[in-house]
Each structure stands twice: as C-alpha cells, then as structure tokens.
Nanobody
Framework: VQLQASGGGLVQAGGSLRLSCAAS????????MGWFRQAPGKEREFVAA????????GYADSVKGRFTISRDNAKNTVYLQMNSLKPEDTAVYCC????????????????????WGQGTQVTVSS
C-alpha cells in the first residue's frame, strides 16, 4: 500500500490543522492506521492509531483530548484533526499502515507498521 500525507503547515499556538493520509494499492480497510511524529533531534513517537473499522482508537497522552483520528474506508483516507496546537507539537507527521494487528485492535509500536508515508511538516508558532 502507498501512503500520501498532506495538510501540514504553519499555525499559531491554539490553532487547528487537519492532516489527511490517502492510501492506494492493497485493500485499505485491511489495515489499522497510525500517525507518528518526529521532531528535530528526537525519536519518532506514536501520536494516534485506529483499527480497521474506526471503532477503536488510541492516543498518546500528550495529545489526548486535543487530537482526533478518524478514517473513511470508502475514500481510502485516514485523518488527524489537531486542535489547541502547542509549539511542542511541531514535528514531521507520518501516517503508517499496520497489517499485523487483529481487526479489533491497533498498535502503538512503530515496529508493527509495514508501510509509511513521506510525512508532512507541522509547525506551531508561539
């Protein structure tokens, strides 16, 4: 599966952005999907994930209550709605597809993700 992330940009603290990740290739709905981010000088970290149906989601503590992950299997797209953005949210955000988790679950471990998009830059100014 090929993944293409978009929607990043520059926003002031307290603002919002919506990231999209469009998938092509193999059956999108077979995969749990995740968003990860990497800030300069830091390791890639888990942000949010969603199971194949969209009925189960998980978030990093740092974004819980501010970010919402969703998916539209008819459009082969997963979204990340980011509200109340903070300067510490500045990073390159990547979407990824996980074909190993069961249909009821998702993974927070980047090693479980087989396919990765190219990333989109999110910059939050103070």
């Amino acid at each position: 599966v090929q993944l293409q992330a978009s929607g990043g940009g520059l926003v002031q603290a307290g603002g919002s952005l919506r990231l999209s990740c469009a998938a092509s290739g193999r059956t999108f709905s077979s995969y749990a999907m995740g968003w990860f981010r990497q800030a300069p000088g830091k390791e890639r970290e888990f942000v949010a994930a969603i199971n194949w149906s969209g009925g189960s989601t998980g978030y990093a503590d740092s974004v819980k209550g501010r970010f919402t992950i969703s998916r539209d299997n008819a459009k082969n797209t997963v979204y990340l709605q980011m509200n109340s953005l903070k300067p510490e949210d500045t990073a390159v955000y990547c979407c990824a597809a996980d074909g190993r988790s069961s249909i009821w679950s998702y993974s927070r471990n980047l090693l479980d993700y087989d396919y990765w998009g190219q990333g989109t830059q999110v910059t939050v100014s103070s």
